[in-house]
Structure formats: structure tokens, C-alpha cells
T-cell receptor, first 113, second 115 residues
């Protein structure tokens, strides 16, 4: 399954399928990007990050892709599991903008059994 | 547990009262951040410290808000004369400044409800 970020805030996938969560970031001067997972009532949990001099980075079951030309970031989750159900946020850090993160609105991922 | 901790986890107060939240960062982390999150939105930056110095404050941080990190370890966020619009989740994060790739780790948050 695939989301289009702000225009489709909920993504439903079947257990075992791959998920793709998209994010359009706002500032071409951003140099660092992070994906966080947030479960209900909890703080955001770090998943994976990527610097602007890279276009792909892989972790365990997750891959982040960065397309600076169109200011687009995506998170791919392989073999989605029920425990992956949460809201996923992308965040960007502006070069020379201190160290604060600017977060997107988020995408709700629902994994159906 | 060696993660970021926050206290209290929940706070209900009446409009006009003052509230104070505490954040204990990961022990070796020299940077500490406060964010605010309202329902259905991503966290919004409020302020951050490097050691005990407050280096940046958002325009969201009105004069009713004050944050301190007196010994460069834990931090407090105080809201004076609370308003209903202050109801939100207040998140604390910490990081270790080590090169340019600096991951912020979040605590569980303090959920504030102003009646």
C-alpha cells in the first residue's frame, strides 16, 4: 500500500504486505531528515534518518528514500506487522536553522490481519 | 530504563493556574528540546538548550511560558496563567551533539488538559 502524505492521512495494508509512506517536505535548505513512529499516548520513536547527501538508507525492515529534486521523502516498511500500526511522521532540519525539527502532519498506518 | 523521562504524565488544571513539567534527558545528552503537540498534528518546536544555555525559543513560546535547565541536566517547563488553548501534549527530547547527524530521542510526554 502507498499513501500520498497530507492528502491521504490514513494508509491501510494487509499484514505481510509492504507499506510506503510518503512525505513532501517544505524547505530545500533542509539537510537532515528523520522518520518517527508514534503510538497512541506515547512519544515519537526514532525509526531511521538520512542526510541530504544521500538518497537511500536502509535499516531493519525499513528503507528511507530521499528525492531532493521534488522535495520528497518516503518510508518503506517491508513485511508490515500489526505492531507497525501507528502514526508516522517525517521531520526535517533546516541547514543553519539551529537544531530544531519541523514535523509534517503524519500518516496513520493501519495493519489489517 | 535509560530513555528520556517526563513527569507528570498527565495534568489536569483549571484555567488561570500555573503548571510545571519536568524532563530528565538521557544522561550523557547535552541538548534538550521542548515540543508541543496537539491532537492530529506533528510536534511543534518550543525551545532548546545546550547544556544550561537556552539557545533558541520559538515565537510559540509566549511570555507565559518559561523553561530552565539550571545544571545542564533536567529541565522544567512552566506555564503561568494557563489558558484552554494550552491543552496539548508537551514533549521533551534530548540529543548528543556529535557531528552533524544528531538524533533527537523523545520522552513519553506530559498531557495537559486545561478546564
Amino acid at each position: 500500500g502507498e499513501s500520498v502524505g497530507l492528502h491521504l492521512p490514513t494508509l491501510s495494508v494487509q499484514e505481510g504486505d509492504n507499506s510506503i509512506i510518503n512525505c513532501a517536505y517544505s524547505n530545500s535548505a533542509s539537510d537532515y531528515f528523520i522518520w518517527y513512529k508514534q503510538e497512541s499516548g506515547k512519544g515519537p520513536q526514532f525509526i531511521i534518518d538520512i542526510r541530504s547527501n544521500m538518497d537511500k538508507r536502509q535499516g531493519q525492515r525499513v528503507t528511507v528514500l530521499l528525492n531532493k529534486t521534488v522535495k520528497h521523502l518516503s518510508l518503506q516498511i517491508a513485511a508490515t506487522q500489526p505492531g507497525d500500526s501507528a502514526v508516522y511522521f517525517c521531520a526535517e532540519r533546516l541547514t543553519g536553522g539551529g537544531n530544531k525539527l519541523t514535523f509534517g502532519t503524519g500518516t496513520q498506518l493501519k495493519v489489517e490481519l | 530504563d535509560t530513555g528520556v523521562s517526563q513527569d507528570p504524565r498527565h495534568k489536569i488544571t483549571k484555567r488561570g493556574q500555573n503548571v510545571t513539567f519536568r524532563c530528565d534527558p538521557i544522561s550523557e545528552h547535552n541538548r534538550l528540546y521542548w515540543y508541543r503537540q496537539t491532537l492530529g498534528q506533528g510536534p511543534e518546536f518550543l525551545t532548546y538548550f545546550q547544556n544550561e544555555a537556552q539557545l533558541e525559543k520559538s515565537r510559540l513560546l509566549s511570555d507565559r511560558f518559561s523553561a530552565e535547565r539550571p545544571k545542564g541536566s533536567f529541565s522544567t517547563l512552566e506555564i503561568q496563567r494557563t489558558e484552554q488553548g494550552d491543552s496539548a501534549m508537551y514533549l521533551c527530547a534530548s540529543s548528543l551533539r556529535e557531528g552533524r547527524q544528531e538524533t533527537q530521542y523523545f520522552g513519553p510526554g506530559t498531557r495537559l488538559l486545561v478546564l
